[in-house]
């Protein structure tokens, strides 16, 4: 079966070029849509798993979803502490953190909209835990005072946390000695302190985690299987980066369902536009169809023409969307974390695969919206094209 050239199909839509564009356009804003979409939910997974280490262990209360939800008691925590094959810094001493998690509401710098922010108690071996965590301004709060350092994207967009400014919370004013930044991962939204001095502040008995680094990486399932043998410890144990990635799950989920189903009711219009074009193309060009048809070319020929040249024009529709879609990474987000309800800043973040998923989806708007016009095109006869012509 003979083939018409593919320069023949997209010379046609540069001779439509004024209605080729505004079709593409069309196109284009219904996929950046789709492409944002899935930006903003990997964006936010991303940061989160980014946010554990491989070789930590995070130890919280059994049935606990998020750390604001646990409790450890303090000889729960001394069982912890002792366990084998903890790590060791050079001193010898053990690789291990105690840390409260609380929320706490602060007002946000461009509106004074109250935000709920993640307050974490820690200590000089919780920052050697989290290598990602680097002090970009100041120093490091020193232990036993009310001094507390803040995340890049806490002391950017909220009052009172940037560099030697005060925040009054758990009736006390705390000082901003330093500010960290953590590599866009989730702690980049949290204020560090001391976490003694935490405990006292907001009155807690117990601490919310642990964290603690494996000797052995490949010790997890020995360590995993004491602690649940253990009655006295009604906890339980996760790699780091496996409990962030669950908290990512339920906010990047909403995103992506309440996206997409967005980005099908847009692009019912998107289908629309192109199976308007195409039906004008159709009618515009009946006798060029009965030429074709009267040179040899099969109803087939003409069929795949026709779809080819709306594929086409949703492939550089899709192209349109996914380059402006591709800046949205410059941008800085925030939102709430369903699992946390604390304030989590993000970036958008374009992969290899959604630009693949983003293409395919225009291509299937170009087919369905082409299918029929071109299938028409397909069914004409030549008497009547060239008696039409």
């Not at 009604?234 to 995103?255: D, G, H, N, R």
């Not at 996206?259 to 308007?276: D, Y």
């Amino acid at each position: 079966m003979k083939a018409i050239p593919l320069s023949y199909i997209a010379r046609n839509l540069w001779v439509r070029r004024v209605t080729t564009l505004l079709t593409a356009g069309g196109m284009a804003l219904v996929v950046f849509v789709f492409a944002t979409v899935l930006m903003m939910s990997e964006g936010i997974r991303a940061t989160l798993v980014a946010t554990g280490q491989p070789d930590n262990v995070l130890v919280l209360r059994k049935g606990a979803g998020a750390e604001i939800n646990s409790g450890i008691a303090r000889d729960q925590a001394a069982i912890i502490e002792s366990l084998p094959d903890i790590a060791t810094d050079g001193q010898g001493q053990r690789l291990v953190s105690k840390e409260p998690v609380v929320l706490n509401n602060l007002p946000k710098r461009s509106n004074g909209k109250p935000s709920n922010v993640t307050v974490r108690g820690t200590s000089q071996i919780g920052m050697e835990l989290r290598p990602q965590v680097k002090l970009v301004q100041g120093r490091m709060f020193r232990p036993g005072t009310s001094e507390i350092i803040a995340g890049l994207s806490i002391a950017n967009g909220f009052r009172g946390a940037g560099l030697g400014e005060t925040l009054h919370f758990a009736q006390r004013d705390w000082v901003v000695v330093g500010v960290f930044d953590s590599g866009k991962t989730g702690f980049d939204s949290e204020i560090w302190g001391d976490s003694e001095q935490m405990m006292a502040a907001f009155r807690r008995n117990a601490y919310s985690t642990m964290v603690f680094r494996l000797a052995d990486q490949s010790a997890f399932d020995k360590i995993k299987a004491i602690i649940d043998s253990d009655p006295r410890l009604q906890i339980e144990a996760k790699p780091e980066i496996q409990f962030y990635a669950e908290q990512s799950e339920a906010l990047a989920t909403f995103i992506r369902i309440l996206g997409l189903s967005l980005s099908v009711i847009f692009s019912i219009g998107a289908i629309v536009g192109a199976m308007i074009t195409m039906f004008a193309a159709v009618a515009q060009r009946v006798g060029e169809i009965g030429t074709l048809r009267a040179l040899g070319f099969r109803r087939t020929a003409v069929l795949i023409a026709f779809l080819l040249e709306s594929l086409l024009l949703s492939l550089v529709g899709g192209a349109m969307g996914l380059f402006a879609a591709s800046w949205m990474q410059t941008v800085d987000i925030s939102t709430t974390n369903f699992q946390t309800f604390s304030e989590l800043a993000f970036q958008f973040k374009l992969t290899p695969k959604i630009a693949f998923e983003t293409l395919a989806f225009s291509l299937v708007m170009g087919f369905i919206g082409g299918f029929i016009p071109s299938w028409r095109a397909a069914k004409m006869k030549i008497v009547d094209c060239l008696r039409a012509s």
